[in-house]
Structure formats: structure tokens, C-alpha cells
């Protein structure tokens, strides 16, 4: 038995709320010591900061932060607590641009600590079913279909509309970490058009169409304004039948029939985020997986903007 | 002495007559023993193909392509190429998206042939010795200034206002390839702006503020509007002096002297890549850094987009 490693969690937001801390007390791996964030917010007594600059002038000791500010300030914090020698885990996207996190990976490496990229939506109970399942087969399409509620599901999130919070790309590159997860060739942008409101600078809807070296055509659908029944479903049929991965990854279904094994490892998404964190702490390594933030850079690098009507929350 | 390679000239558009074939008529390495256009050109009675399929089935024997068509079609082109046990040669940008980059750097390794993305910014007189210089000070500040005219240097270039045809960041790449290479901290994208016509699809103009891992700003100004003087400049200011890099990376000037050693090992841009593409080739290695190509997509995925008057060739 090993100690628990010290965390602190940076950025006490909805996500930190609703998955990190009920993870983070479910797990074995972490102990909890300490919050950080600009209101001041403490967790059950625990020792709490405005910032990690106090945090390591407090001298309490810490291994490891959980970094869920918003992707745009995320950069220098990360820097600063690498520099700590901290283990650092990124919320997704692990930040607002592709070059900021090779060079946090790059830093990770020479001060010896472990740099962690996480897919949270890699980790639901389908999707290495769906990954194994679809290695053995010949991939002939795919449709990747994300809508949502921005108004249920990002209440009051302004930093999402700013450039760099990637508008319904925040979603969707949950189920572009699944695709890039799941599919077995890789896959590139032909062609993207995104919507745009008149008054913000992210996109509100867009549709992509990929194509895999194959020839294969992966067509994505995102909306952010789906009122009523929401959908988080990707499908691919195959020369052998037809998979599909709903509800966000957690529910697989093989030519109409549920497909999903119980299989005792599983954790559930941040439980298992947790977990992963743990593992290479230990084992003195890091996880940098930068394709699905590669394929929303790519979207934008060769999508057309649509400007469409203002969104009002 | 070892044999030529042979090569086929591959989209015999502009570039591929203003560099391409003097440089290959001027160096050693290569034997050009064919062309691939459309139009069905023919340079100085060589055999020449609509397409790499019609080259492939001629059963004319090719070692190695150079591919100068679009970016937008360049892929698919390369993946067939590399498939034909081909070493290939990608003008820049190397692709229209970053994945298909990568995956084509995979294929070619999986083949055992050289890949080469081409920058030829960086085999400019004055970017080595400006990375050799920048190397040993502190770099304070830097200023990217790339102004021209679109109608001037890319006359009739639909492509270059299509996604993927990145507007003024087709020439804007060439700076980043150049910064990419001397500066000798990594930088990302904290802001963009990206004017873009009504009427097309891809920005006109830009601003761009980098930081660097140290805090120093790098500022970069795009613009295809220029007339008059025309500027390609990076000036960048250190604790010992301010360097200028100017005439698109042809000119070093140290603190207002000119500082160009006159070095025999210099070939000028495009002959210095085929020698650079000669050597990779020999030696069985690729060569692919997709640092300028990257930047350019986290310019876009974190730039606001600005609609301005439509532009009219």
C-alpha cells in the first residue's frame, strides 16, 4: 500500500463540483489537502488559496494539481506548477491552443513530473468495447451526431463564446476523443462549415465531414441549440455490421442489441480519469494525447464561418 | 558519386516554374525525368502525365515527386505517391490540415520512404546565422512584419482565398517557419485577429500577439493589401542588441550593420531544399516538423474573425 498522493484542485467551477471532487473522494489514489480559486472557496475545512502562487508560498505540501480553470488561463498556471515539480492534470481541452500544450509536455519531461491530458469521455464504459470491437472490422462510415443544450448544460459559461473556448467544439471534441479513440485509421477535415453568432466568436453549430485514409467519410453534426431529447451518439457501420456508442460513450449497441460486457474494472469517466492519474504518477511517466485538440484546430483551420443569428443565454 | 535521383515534378503552377525547375537544373542530386499537370505541360520534351495514377502506370522509372500543387488536393496525392514507394517531396505549406501532416509522416515511415516538409523561408541567407546569434541573449521582444501584395505575388491563386488555402497565412507561414526556427523559446497564440473578406473564405489581414514561455511578446502583422515598399521582416530585441532579419530572412542586420557572413556552404532557398531533400533521401530519414503549420492552426482556432469590404482581383 501506497501513500495517496496530495492534490489540489485548481479552479473550483462546475466540473471541479459535479466530477472531481465526488472522483477524487471515491478514489484511493488522492488526498484532497487543498482548493484553489479566485473566490476563495473552501471544501470541507480544507486549507484554501486565490491562487497557486499562494498556494506554494503557504508551504503546504503538494504532489499533484488538478487544473479545471478555463482552457485560456490554463497555460501559465500549468507552467508555474510544473515548475513546482507538481504532477499536473488538465481538464479538457488541455488548453486554447495546440503549441502550448507540446511545449507543457516538453516541460513536464525535463523537470521530471507526469503531464496528464484528459479525455474524460474515453473513460465512459463503451468506448473500449467499441474500440476493440471496431479493430477487427473494415470501417465503411461513420456519423458522429453531438447536440446538446448549452443553455442546460454551460449556464453562465461566458469563457465558452470567447475565442478559445471553442463554442460547441467544447462538447464536441468530447466525441471527437472518442472517434480518434474508437476508429482504427486516422481521419482528416475535407470539409467544415461553422456557425457562428453574430455576436460571439464561437461557434454555436457546425458540420464536419472527415474522411480516413481509406476513403472512409466521418460526417459530424454539433448543435448547441437542441432543445428536447439530446444526442451524444456516434455510429459506424462496418462490413460486418453496425455499432452504435450513445448517451456520450456509456451505453454500445451492435446491429440493434446492447452490446456492453459488466466488466468489474470499470470506473466510470472521472472516476477512471482518477485512476489513470494515479497509474502514472507511479510509474513516472506522463499522457499527452493531443489528436482530438489537433482535429478541432484542424476544423478551424479549414472551416468556413457562417455568421448566424445572436445568441442570448 | 552516386546516381541522380530520378524525379517527377508534380502541379506545374507558378512556384513549380519560378523555383522548382532552376533549382533542380542547378544542383547534382536530382534528374527530373518527368511532369504531372492537368494542362498536360511538358518541359523540354521530358514525358509528362495528367496525374500521379497516369505516372504510376506509364511504368516510367521514379524515385522521388515534388508536390507543388495546392494544398486543398496535396493528400491524397502525397498518400498515393508514398504508396508507390516514392520519397516525397511537399512544398509548404505541407498540407492543408495538421492530421493529414501526421499521418502521411507515418505512412512514409511504415514504407521506409522520405517524407519532406519543405520551408523554404528557413534556407534563406540570414536565418541560421540569426539562430546562431539569438541562441546565446535574452530575447526581449519580436515583431513579425509580412506585408504584400496578393495581386503582385499571387495572381489568379483561387485557392489561396478557399479554407484551407489560409489567405495572407500562406505567406505568413513563411514567417512562422522562420520564428519557429531562430527564436529560442516555443510561443503560442494569446490573441488573433483575422480580417476576412465578405466574399471569401479566408483572412486578408491579421494581428497576432504570441507570448513565449519566458513572457516576451511576439507581435506579427499580416497583411495582402501592401502596395508600395513591400515588407517581410522579423525584428527581435534582445539584451545585446536588436537583430532584423528583413527581405523575407535574405538580410541580416545586427544593431543597424549588415552581419551577413558570406558563407560557400549557402545554396539560396529552393536550391538548398533539394539538397536538403537529397541528403534525407540518401541517409533514408524524413524530414517533417510541423511547428509553422501549427501555429497557423492555433492562430485560427483561438483568432476572432473580422468581416471586411470584399476583395475583387
Request: aromatic share 8%; glycine share 8%; hydrophobic share 45%.
Amino acid at each position: 500500500m501506497t501513500a495517496p498522493i496530495r492534490l489540489a484542485l485548481v479552479g473550483m467551477g462546475k466540473i471541479a463540483h459535479d466530477q472531481h471532487l465526488p472522483a477524487i473522494a471515491a478514489g484511493q489514489s488522492f488526498d484532497l489537502v487543498a482548493t484553489v480559486s479566485r473566490s476563495g472557496e473552501s471544501v470541507g475545512g480544507l486549507p484554501f488559496f486565490r491562487d497557486v502562487y499562494e498556494l506554494a508560498a503557504s508551504g503546504l505540501e503538494v504532489d499533484a494539481v488538478s487544473l479545471c480553470t478555463p482552457p485560456q488561463v490554463r497555460r501559465a498556471i500549468a507552467q508555474y506548477c510544473i515548475g513546482q515539480g507538481w504532477h499536473v492534470f488538465l481538464e479538457k481541452p488541455p488548453g486554447a491552443t495546440l503549441a502550448e500544450v507540446i511545449a507543457l509536455r516538453d516541460a513536464a519531461a525535463a523537470k521530471g513530473v507526469s503531464l496528464f491530458a484528459s479525455w474524460h469521455s474515453r473513460y465512459a464504459d463503451g468506448v473500449e468495447p467499441a474500440r476493440a470491437w471496431l479493430a477487427e472490422r473494415e470501417v465503411k462510415r461513420a456519423k458522429i451526431t453531438w447536440r446538446e443544450d448549452v443553455r442546460v448544460w454551460h449556464p453562465g459559461q461566458d469563457w465558452i463564446w470567447e475565442p478559445g473556448g471553442f463554442g460547441v467544439f467544447d462538447p464536441g471534441i468530447n466525441a471527437l476523443s472518442i472517434a480518434t479513440r474508437i476508429l482504427p485509421r486516422p481521419f482528416f477535415v475535407e470539409t467544415a462549415e461553422l456557425d457562428v453568432p453574430s455576436n460571439r466568436a464561437a461557434p454555436i453549430a457546425a458540420r464536419v465531414s472527415f474522411r480516413d485514409t481509406a476513403g472512409a467519410e466521418i460526417a459530424m453534426d454539433l448543435d448547441f441549440r437542441q432543445e428536447g431529447p439530446q444526442h451524444w451518439d456516434i455510429e459506424v457501420e462496418t462490413d460486418d455490421g453496425t455499432l452504435l456508442l450513445s448517451k456520450g460513450g456509456s451505453v454500445l449497441t451492435i446491429d440493434g442489441k446492447e452490446a456492453l460486457a459488466h466488466d468489474a474494472d470499470l470506473h466510470g469517466e472521472y472516476p477512471g480519469l482518477y485512476h489513470r492519474f494515479g497509474a502514472i504518477v507511479r510509474a513516472g511517466v506522463s499522457d499527452v494525447d493531443v489528436s482530438p485538440l489537433r482535429a478541432v484546430a484542424d476544423v478551424f483551420l479549414r472551416g468556413r464561418h457562417i455568421s448566424v443569428e445572436p445568441f442570448v443565454e
